[in-house]
């Protein structure tokens, strides 16, 4: 199946600072990528939708000042969060859709920790 | 209420054993159902993918839903320790449309 890959796969910060997670789909052209965020034991909530070329769609109640979403290209969406706090450490995890109707393929996951 | 609910678990079984996992939901209008399966610490990889009401059998795993009672049903026959995961079902109103999750079923086999 196709692959999507994320990067980095675990990552550990101080309070306040920045962090870039990428999600790359290494076969095939993404022209949608959704970013979910998913703490232990529970599901995934999904927290904004991109499409190649224009802003993301944000969920209710996920900031977009604070998570900010880029999809530069049709291989590369990447979520930055921004002014990190210990509440923003979870595992954050990447699809892409190749077609409006394609099947969607999931990253491996990034786990940030925030200390 | 969830739009989705799944029982959490943990469920734990012998390996030989026939495994029942399952989903209730309350959007009429989801017609696409899928099973995803997730290793501790590693993303979602998608196991069956059945639209509208009806059974899909597709190696041990069988996925069957039911419209009219709003319930999804994954069946994993002769479960082996390496169908030890979490199981979430998920749901979509058409086929390119968001996805909605249930809480996942952590799944164990014991050998």
């Known amino acids: 199946g196709a692959v999507v890959s994320q990067h980095p796969s675990r990552v550990i910060c101080k309070s306040g600072t920045s962090v870039k997670i990428e999600c790359r789909s290494l076969?095939?052209?993404?022209?949608?990528m959704f970013w979910y965020r998913q703490f232990p034991k529970q599901s995934l909530m999904l927290m904004a939708t991109s499409n190649e070329g224009s802003k993301a769609t944000y969920e209710q109640g996920v900031e977009k000042d604070k998570f900010l979403i880029n999809h530069a290209s049709l291989t590369l969406s990447t979520l930055t969060v921004t002014s990190a706090h210990p509440e923003d450490s979870s595992f954050y995890i990447c699809?892409?859709?190749?077609?409006?109707?394609?099947?969607?393929?999931f990253g491996e996951g990034s786990r940030l920790t925030v200390l | 209420q969830k739009e989705v609910e799944q029982d959490p678990g943990p469920l734990s079984v012998p390996e030989g054993a026939i495994v029942s996992l399952n989903c209730t939901y309350s959007?009429?209008?989801?017609?696409?159902f899928m099973w995803y399966r997730q290793y501790s610490r590693k993303g979602p990889e998608l196991l069956m993918y059945?639209?509208?009401?009806g059974n899909k059998e597709d190696g041990r795993f069988t996925a069957q839903v039911d419209k009219s009672s709003k319930y999804i049903s994954l069946f994993i026959r002769d479960s082996q320790p390496s169908d030890s995961a979490t199981y979430l079902c998920a749901m979509s109103v058409t086929s390119g449309s968001r996805l909605t999750f249930g809480e996942g079923t952590q799944l164990t086999v014991n050998p």
């Open positions: 699809s892409a859709r190749a077609r409006a109707q394609g099947e969607l393929f």
């Open positions: 076969d095939f052209q993404a022209t949608t």
């Open positions: 959007n009429s209008a989801f017609q696409y």
């Open positions: 059945t639209y509208s009401s």
